[in-house]
């Protein structure tokens, strides 16, 4: 994989998150602007955090693993984490959240019916 294998993790976390939009509807590409400042503020931050460490000498980046495309010092991959991964967690979260207020949705219809039926 060499080169791409970063850029191909970041496109697999996409493949598994990317059906619970239409599977399960959980709408998270419909409200772009919502979805747009989360990870702006997730950016904004980490990204920071990723500058001043490369900077320092903290940390660096394996050269056989990514594209070798930089931008501000970092690959351009790192970028893209920071895009991919909390989108990933969003989705994920909102899956959760829309299966259980389908669930408790279903409880509390259960339970009126079990009560209307008496």
Known sequence: MGHLEYIALLVLC???????ELLLGVRVYRELGRLARALGCVGLV???WDLL???LGHWDYQPSSVTGLRLLGLPVEEYLFFLVVPLCGIMAYEAVRVTLDDAGAR???WWRRRRRDR
Do not use: C, E, K, S
């Open 107 to 109: 409880h509390r219809n």
């Open 53 to 55: 460490g490369a900077r």
């Open 46 to 48: 980490f990204v920071g």
């Open 14 to 20: 996409l493949l598994i998150t990317a059906p619970l």
